[in-house]
């Protein structure tokens, strides 16, 4: 679980009581990524706890998305396995996957731009609960993302906060074991940051997060221990204390001149 | 439970064109119930192609080709003495089984959009050439002689009769629209509409988007079956012009120039092009084939909506404004 | 051995005749990733360029190296008129010219009417022992490889063809040193348009012409391009070697009918695995 202890503090709450003690519920095995010459993930043994809320940082192109998109079936791995709940889902199509517990929010916002809000949380419950629970879910949901006056609207008119917002109350209405979160802040104000933590610790309580974020601040808020990406490879993996503590991390990613934003 | 309601109103227009169908063939001579029999026949077609274009973004060149092969199916069992409505079934199954195969090998092996409009419309062609080169008596079903570019003729109807036959070809067109729009605002329906806006979103929630397509697309390969096999009753013969370029494309202009996604008009727009083409039939082929290019041409260019989205949008713009 | 020596040309001319055919939509679909559907009256026109020109006195080959000029011209007022409104909508533009296909063989029938015009072959015949051998299918197969190979320069040893090549990979980049990609597209369309017209030209003479010519040869074409993918000479040989060879044999054995059933029975097959045409299978980059 992660602690949900003063936000504003960015090194007193990362004591982790997130630690992978808890039973593992995701692990990878030498997982690798080539694009032709390019090994955009390199043999990355990731491990995570059931409950856990790990956050994934790293600069751009460390191979973050990659690794989630091998995760969740969008991309096969060259080499390796990713074990999840106890089955072997290397190479499993990404209907498969999500039906085994996997939720995901893609870096590019993927939404139906021409299906309304609730449309969205409807369809994403309909298919473990059916009609009329996936209807109490998606009001349910409308609620407590705030979105309740917006529920007819198509999302393609959305702001783009509004946007990002859609697509994690769509991992939520899907009521997965796992999310996966890429950059969920992108692109919003600093309230709409502070409300996605709130929201985000509140999933925590039931699911198992991993989450990409560049935003500093962010991660401080939420994170307990945080794994950081290097050229396709896990540089380092601590609390964000001793991450940020590091001096090959200051060199790599805040030397890069990426200090949060 | 539906995710989407359908209007109050809508009920009321299935209402209104309930009765227009019914009393209709009283205040139309024989000639014109025949008539509108076939452009009918042609909204089902339309409409069965709005189903796999229009709601779930699945474009096939080869609508016609369904349709062909619904029509020479009845045709043929006709010929073998089975019922009138066996045969009618037999092209729902042909129709239904050859969009199948071809959903099969389009979905599960991932063909992009282009690729599985470049396959169905070349289906379509050597289809064409298939059955106009079987003129010798020898190629033959049982007792069916497919005849070639001469095709089949002496084909039993389904209903003698003008206006019973209207009523029945009314009828399952009422039907059709109304439950196609109660699938499209179904969860089925719903998944097929995201399917059209973001495939690999519907993916990452658990759903096989794959099987979904393919059953769409094989539902509207069984529609057109029907309506090509109604087509073989209502005028006794069919040919492989059918299969023809021309007749391809014709099904994706009526769906183009009507506005898809709503299947209202894709019937509008086989019935305005329909009657339009039969006026121009009248002064030459050469010439309809000109204006239905030109049609195609045009409105991807300048209305790639349709003309009833357009009409519909063009309305609630005039209300905002007065606002 | 006269007789093998004899069905080989036979498939060779089948393999030749569907490369020529398919060059010009080839080159189209793997540097702009659209299908032109009017690529079939593109060989229509070249064809009556060659038909038009002979019965106003001309020699044959007058007409053939007109015949890619006059139908470039077209293809170029086509992107200029249609085709640039339409980038980035790929099944738009598929829309739009098979519009365009339906109105030009109106417009032709309208204009020509609708009897079929013929062009004697040239060439007579070639005696390999007891066989006789058109000399002119030689001629296609010849001038066949000329072309693939005069392509295959334009694209890897020009500045044109490096810049277009550099467009297709990334359009922001060759924007970057000052060219207009929009150009490129538009060379590129006149291009594979040119080509095709050339190919009707030289096709002329083996069939009789009509405005719906190029219904005959489309289905081929497009099974060709669709089966080769993207990379435009390796894919469109290795189809173009793999159906033509296809469909000779099964045309021998029963009807030309079949040999063409047989290759979309094959060219669904290969789609089946490998979506992206076979050139996919070779540059699946993970």
Same mark, same amino acid.
Request: charged share 10%; with cysteine; hydrophobic share 55%.
């Given at each position: ?10 090194? =007193? ?119 009329? +629970? ?39 209405? =899907? ?19 502070? +409300? ?7 999933? *925590? ?11 500093? =601040? ?12 290097? =050229?396709? +490879? ?11 503590? *590091? ?15 | ?13 299935? %209402? ?9 063939? #009283?205040?139309?001579?024989?000639? @014109? ?33 369904? #349709? ?27 129709? %239904? ?9 389009? #979905? ?56 019973? #036959?209207?009523?029945?070809?009314? %009828? ?16 089925? %329906? ?59 494309? @014709? ?73 | ?286």
């Amino acid at each position: 679980m992660s602690d949900a202890s003063a936000p504003s503090s960015a090194f =007193q709450n990362c004591t982790a009581s997130a630690g992978p003690a808890g039973k593992t519920l995701l692990e990878t095995r030498g997982l690798s990524k080539n694009f032709g010459g390019v090994k955009a993930v390199t043999d990355v043994d990731f491990r995570l706890g059931r409950g856990e809320l790990r956050c994934l940082i790293g600069p751009n192109g460390a191979g973050k998305s990659t690794f989630f998109k091998m995760l969740s079936g969008q991309l096969p791995p060259t080499a390796g396995t990713i074990l999840f709940d106890g089955s072997d889902i290397t190479g499993e199509p990404p209907h498969r996957i999500a039906r085994l517990g996997i939720g995901i929010k893609n870096q590019v916002p993927s939404v139906w731009d021409g299906l309304s809000v609730y449309e969205h949380f409807f369809i994403a419950a309909h298919r473990r609960l059916g009609a009329r +629970r996936a209807a109490a879910v998606a009001d349910e949901l409308l609620m407590k993302l705030g979105l309740a006056t917006l529920a007819r609207r198509d999302v393609g008119a959305l702001a783009h906060g509004e946007r990002q917002w859609v697509e994690i109350g769509m991992t939520m209405a =899907q009521d997965a074991k796992l999310i996966l979160l890429d950059e969920p802040t992108a692109g919003m104000a600093t309230d709409e940051v502070e +409300r996605t933590v709130a929201l985000l610790r509140d999933v *925590n309580v039931s699911t198992s997060l991993i989450i990409v974020e560049h935003d500093m =601040q962010f991660i401080s808020m939420i994170a307990g221990i945080v794994t950081v990406f290097h =050229q396709g +490879r896990i540089l380092i993996e601590a609390t964000m204390e001793n991450v940020l503590a *590091n001096p090959v991390v200051r060199e790599v990613y805040l030397g890069a001149g990426r200090p949060g934003r | 439970m539906a995710p989407v309601r359908l209007s109050a109103l809508e009920p009321l227009l299935w %209402g209104a064109c309930a009765v227009v169908l019914a009393v209709l063939p #009283f205040a139309l001579s024989t000639f @014109q119930v025949v008539q509108i029999t076939v452009f009918l026949i042609f909204c089902l077609l339309a409409v069965s192609l709005d189903l796999s274009w229009g709601l779930a973004g699945l474009l096939s060149f080869g609508q016609a080709a369904f #349709f062909g092969l619904g029509g020479y199916a009845y045709a043929i069992l006709c010929a073998n003495d089975e019922t009138p409505g066996a045969a009618l079934a037999a092209g729902i199954v042909a129709g %239904g089984v050859a969009a199948g195969l071809l959903g099969y090998i389009a #979905f599960y092996g991932r063909l992009s959009a282009m690729f599985l409009a470049v396959t169905t419309l070349v289906v379509t062609l050597i289809l064409l050439q298939v059955l106009g080169s079987t003129a010798d008596p020898s190629y033959h079903i049982g007792a069916a002689v497919l005849g070639g570019y001469n095709g089949m003729t002496n084909i039993p109807s389904l209903l003698p009769e003008p206006t019973p #036959f209207f009523w029945t070809v009314g %009828g399952l067109l009422f039907l059709l629209i109304v439950s196609g729009r109660l699938l499209m605002a179904a969860p089925f %329906g719903r998944v097929l509409a995201a399917i059209r806006e973001n495939e690999r979103r519907v993916e990452l929630l658990g759903y096989d988007a794959r099987w979904h397509k393919l059953a769409i697309f094989a539902l509207s390969g069984a529609i057109a079956g029907l309506a090509g096999a109604l087509f073989a009753s209502w005028g006794g013969f069919i040919n492989p012009e059918v299969f023809s370029l021309a007749q391809s494309a @014709q099904v994706v202009i009526w769906v183009l120039v009507g506005g898809r996604g709503s299947l209202y008009g894709a019937a509008i727009g086989a019935f305005l092009v329909q009657a339009m083409t039969q006026y121009l039939g009248s002064i030459g082929t050469a010439y309809t084939t000109l204006v239905l290019g030109a049609l195609l041409v045009s409105f991807v260019l300048v209305m790639p909506n349709g003309l009833l989205p357009t009409f519909l949008r063009g309305l609630s713009s005039i209300g905002i404004r007065q606002r | 051995m006269e007789y093998l020596i004899v069905t080989l040309i036979g498939v060779v001319f089948a393999i030749a005749s569907l490369v020529l055919l398919a060059l010009g939509l080839a080159i189209i679909y793997g540097m702009m990733g659209v299908i032109n559907l009017a690529q079939g009256e593109f060989i229509m026109l070249g064809a009556y360029t060659v038909v038009l020109s002979s019965a106003h006195g001309l020699q044959l080959w007058v007409g053939m190296a007109m015949a890619p000029v006059v139908v470039g011209v077209v293809g170029l007022v086509v992107e200029r008129c249609i085709i640039r409104f339409l980038y980035g909508r790929l099944l738009d533009t598929m829309l739009a010219t098979w519009g365009l296909s339906l109105g030009l063989i109106a417009a032709v029938t309208l204009i020509l009417g609708p009897s079929t015009e013929g062009v004697a072959t040239p060439f007579g015949h070639v005696a390999i022992g007891g066989y006789a051998v058109s000399a002119y299918n030689l001629f296609v197969i010849a001038a066949t490889g000329f072309l693939v190979a005069l392509t295959w320069g334009v694209f890897n040893r020009t500045r044109f063809g490096l810049i277009a090549r550099g467009a297709m990979q990334n359009a922001d980049m060759v924007a970057a040193l000052g060219i207009h990609p929009p150009t490129i597209y538009m060379m590129t369309f006149a291009l594979g348009s040119a080509l095709a017209g050339l190919a009707g030209a030289i096709m002329a003479p083996l069939t009789g012409v009509v405005p719906s010519l190029g219904l005959a040869f489309v289905a081929k074409v497009f099974i060709t391009v669709t089966v080769g993918g993207a990379a435009i000479f390796s894919g469109t040989l290795g189809a173009g070697t793999l159906l033509g060879a296809i469909e000779s044999a099964v045309s021998f054995i029963s009807t030309p009918i079949y040999g063409q059933v047989a290759m979309l029975g094959c060219a669904l097959v290969v789609l089946r695995f490998a979506p992206q045409g076979i050139s996919g299978l070779w540059r699946r980059s993970g």
